[in-house]
């Protein structure tokens, strides 16, 4: 049956969204009437779009409002409130109209007969599929409020991996913005107006000064080339791949000295993280395996992950299996299998994520550190280069005219 987004008047400003599967618009128009809704706008949602992004799908909602929405909701569950009576309370404050159309959606579903875990699902380009199925595991074993909780320290920890790793490298980006903004104000804006002064000298120019005029030309005159070019490498990069040229590419990234070692630090915090507040809300290590697989985004660590699944199904333990791994390093196997024999793997693996998002954290710093002289140095030497390539006739010219 297709799918039908709809927006609709509740009362004299409020306006609210959803989705409901009709035969057709007059059947969405009575659903939404006999709701008590004025229809606004109905709109049939293509397979495509239904199937990928979920309802509201144009717009993502920022991992700091999902973060807020977690732990506002796990506090209003905790309290003893209903599913329903939480929604609401949120919806009436939520700043992010994204956020507050969406979980509108998730109550009227939830009117309707769906689970919260279900509902969630609908939306799956904004619910991850690990925070669906850890809502999931709390509605079978009845402790949602407690799943809530882990899910919002969890949410929490994420945002402040994601937020210290962004504020560690915006001032190096903003080094190099700035640098390369001097650079092409220099060569396209100032070099031309002294080339004219050298031209009417007619005196040979040294060899740094033609360079710097040729460069400048070039930037000048076939500007467009250079758009195309980074055009084209844009979509070359964006193009869909097939699985052996991902994995060819992600095994290539893994195999560069110090961002390999980042790529694959990252990726253990990521799979101890998620396992293990999947495991703690009671999902079974096969599904969780399933489910962190589908979260990790190297296609290397994918490969490894699905190859332990399978030797888990055969009968293998979490560490024999992860110890056959090459990308699975001694110390994350070890700490597995402490947590095996002592009935703890939960507790293991929550503490490798700890200690992997701490080194992470270091070696951010300390490539933040690094980055920095590095690139006000090679900066300085390119504006160092222009300067001098500017002065050098100049001078020529005075000593000349001596």
Not at 131 to 150: M, P, W
Not at 360 to 380: D, H, K, N, W
Not at 391 to 402: G, V
């Amino acid at each position: 049956m297709p799918k039908f987004t709809y927006s609709a008047k509740k009362g004299p400003q409020e306006k609210v969204f959803g989705i409901v599967d009709a035969k057709g618009r007059s059947q969405v128009a009575a659903i939404i009437e006999g709701k008590g809704l004025f229809p606004i706008s109905i709109e049939e949602v293509s397979d495509e779009k239904s199937a990928g992004m979920g309802v509201f799908s144009v717009k993502r909602v920022r991992l700091k409002d999902l973060t807020i929405f977690t732990r506002q909701f796990s506090n209003l569950i905790e309290s003893g409130l209903t599913i329903a009576q939480a929604l609401n309370i949120i919806i009436k404050q939520a700043g992010n109209p994204v956020l507050k159309n969406i979980l509108f959606d998730i109550g009227e579903r939830i009117k309707d007969g769906s689970t919260f875990s279900d509902a969630l699902s609908a939306h799956s380009g904004q619910f991850s599929q690990y925070y669906c199925a850890v809502v999931k595991a709390g509605e079978i074993s009845g402790s949602l409020e407690t799943v809530l909780t882990r899910l919002a320290d969890f949410s929490e920890q994420e945002e402040r991996t994601r937020s210290d790793i962004l504020s560690a490298l915006t001032y190096p980006a903003l080094i190099v913005g700035v640098g390369f903004v001097t650079i092409y104000a220099l060569l396209v804006y100032a070099v031309p107006q002294l080339t004219s002064m050298f031209e009417e000298a007619g005196e040979a120019l040294p060899l740094p000064t033609q360079l710097l005029i040729n460069l400048s030309s070039v930037l000048r005159n076939y500007w467009w080339l250079l758009l195309l070019f980074s055009g084209a490498v844009f979509f070359i990069i964006k193009q869909e791949k097939s699985q052996s040229e991902k994995y060819f590419w992600d095994k290539l990234l893994l195999g560069i000295p110090l961002a390999g070692k980042i790529i694959l630090k990252s990726e253990m915090a990521h799979f101890a993280r998620i396992l293990s507040l999947l495991m703690e809300s009671g999902v079974s290590i096969m599904v969780a395996l399933d489910v962190v697989n589908n979260t990790i985004v190297n296609n290397v660590i994918k490969s490894e992950i699905k190859g332990i699944a399978s030797q888990i199904k055969d009968g293998a333990s979490l560490s024999q299996s992860a110890k056959k791994s090459v990308y699975f390093p001694e110390y994350v196997v070890s700490i597995i299998n402490v947590g095996e024999e002592a009935g703890t793997l939960e507790k293991s693996l929550k503490r490798i994520a700890v200690s992997y998002e701490e080194e992470l954290g270091r070696l951010t710093r300390a490539l933040t550190s690094l980055l920095e002289p590095v690139i006000i140095l090679v900066m300085g030497l390119v504006v160092g280069f222009i300067v001098t390539a500017m002065l050098l006739p100049i001078f020529q010219i005075n000593l000349i005219t001596r």
